[in-house]
T-cell receptor
Framework: DGGITQSPKYLFRKEGQNVTLSCEQN?????MYWYRQDPGQGLRLIYY???????QKGDIAEGYSVSREKKESFPLTVTSAQKNPTAFYLC????????????FGEGSWLTVV | GQQVMQIPQYQHVQEGEDFTTYCNSS?????IQWYKQRPGGHPVFLIQ?????EVKKQKRLTFQFGEAKKNSSLHITATQTTDVGTYFC??????????FGKGTRLSVIA
């Protein structure tokens, strides 16, 4: 079954802790993205990667880090430097220049307790 | 960077009424996409418009791309409770990330 898998779906973090959200895709897509969505708000771009071993900051990269060691994987780490991390995090992928459609994972809810 | 403004932010309708959301840009767009996000879910691709003046239909949904390619609309005829969710427009340019509007949240009262 092809698609994008995000895990965990729900995560609670204590203040001061780093947490990593997993994103795996078996669509053979080149580009992968992380978006943040706050309740009732739109999607804001955190980081994106267009090719393995390369990634770029999005509009709200502060307090986050990513890696792209494999084509199918693009994990996002929410660090303790992120002052307000409680949000819904969405991973997405796209085939590249030949692909117009963005496919989203089901998302991860992160709550700071 | 490229921005798209989407209005209204919220819309409450009675079941059976029509609904329209608008997406506007100050610059000419190469294309525009529409997504639907159900409550608690993730955005799902609906359609892409590319040509000036293009109109596409999906059952009760009608999508339009303006003649100047600076605006777009999504119209739902005779809304149903299954239409509830947030509708986003988005712009894709070359290999750059998708830029989303802030979305219109639709509530349908049965």
């Amino acid at each position: 079954d092809g698609g994008i898998t995000q895990s965990p779906k729900y995560l609670f973090r204590k203040e001061g802790q780093n947490v990593t959200l997993s994103c795996e895709q078996n669509l053979n897509h080149d580009a992968m993205y992380w978006y943040r969505q706050d309740p009732g708000q739109g999607l804001r771009l955190i980081y994106y990667s267009q090719i393995v071993n390369d990634f770029q900051k999005g509009d709200i990269a502060e307090g986050y880090s990513v890696s792209r060691e494999k084509k199918e994987s693009f994990p996002l780490t929410v660090t303790s430097a992120q002052k307000n991390p409680t949000a819904f995090y969405l991973c997405a992928s796209r085939a590249g220049l030949s692909g117009n459609t963005i496919y989203f994972g089901e998302g991860s809810w992160l709550t700071v307790v | 960077g490229q921005q798209v403004m989407q209005i209204p932010q919220y819309q409450h309708v009675q079941e059976g009424e029509d609904f329209t959301t608008y997406c506007n840009s100050s610059t000419t767009l190469s294309n525009i996409q529409w997504y639907k996000q159900r409550p608690g879910g993730h955005p799902v691709f609906l359609i892409q418009l590319v040509k000036s003046g293009e109109v596409k239909k999906q059952k009760r949904l009608t999508f339009q791309f303006g003649e100047a390619k600076k605006n777009s609309s999504l119209h739902i005829t005779a809304t149903q409770t299954t239409d509830v969710g947030t509708y986003f427009c988005a712009v894709l340019s070359g290999n750059t990330p998708l830029v989303f509007g802030k979305g219109t949240r639709l509530s349908v009262i049965a």
